[in-house]
T-cell receptor
């Protein structure tokens, strides 16, 4: 089955700097890659997603890149702000499958 | 107006008890899920129902029994609670291959 590895497990950056979180997946049939943000005590919420027919997607300060050959995808947050502090999860799903497989999560801390 | 709701938000109970968590979605999705999030924040799928039919059952002890009376509801009943069941349980709904919407979570504490 699909396996998703996420790194780093913790990340601390200075406010205003960029943050990058990386994930690798195992099944080349995976075709949908969402990123979720979970603030303390809250539910995971989708912040951006990408499909396998696209290499990059951007939404204001966040972007996701996908390298299908290497089977990895990354979340990029620029000009980080204190409210970006949260746990971020990547995930993937194999085309036609029912199960979204999550990475282990990255705890991002933005230092003022 | 909440998209995915679940009750209760907190549940504190003793070992050996039986408890239920309820989940409802008003998004019209065919598929609903139960996830367990442990203290290390790992999000692990437990069950998935598609239009009241069990689709995914991930090596969960049979003390856990989901029930879907209709496609807008997916409840989770847990028998003979154990200390290791303490976690946050999230309900979610969505269509496969698209965004999943999570409920607010139920923090279960077994003492």
């Amino acid at each position: 089955g699909e396996n998703v590895e996420q790194h780093p497990s913790t990340l601390s950056v200075q406010e205003g700097d960029s943050a990058v979180i990386k994930c690798t997946y195992s099944d080349s049939a995976s075709n949908y890659f969402p990123w979720y943000k979970q603030e303390l005590g809250k539910r995971p919420q989708l912040i951006i997603d990408i499909r396998s027919n696209v290499g990059e997607k951007k939404d204001q300060r966040i972007a996701v890149t996908l390298n299908k050959t290497a089977k990895h995808f990354s979340l990029h947050i620029t000009e980080t702000q204190p409210e970006d502090s949260a746990v971020y999860f990547c995930a993937s799903i194999i085309q036609g499958a029912q199960k979204l497989v999550f990475g282990q999560g990255t705890r991002l801390t933005i230092n003022p | 107006d909440t998209a995915v709701s679940q009750t209760p938000k907190y549940l504190v109970t003793q070992m050996g008890n039986d408890k239920s968590i309820k989940c409802e979605q008003n998004l019209g999705h065919d598929t609903m899920y139960w996830y367990k999030q442990d203290s290390k924040k790992f999000l692990k799928i437990m069950f998935s129902y598609n239009n009241k039919e069990l689709i995914i059952n991930e090596t969960v002890p049979n003390r856990f029994s989901p029930k879907s009376p209709d496609k807008a509801h997916l409840n989770l009943h847990i028998n003979s609670l154990e200390l290791g069941d303490s976690a946050v349980y999230f309900c979610a709904s969505g269509n496969p291959g698209y965004e999943q919407y999570f409920g607010p979570g139920t923090r279960l504490t077994v003492t």
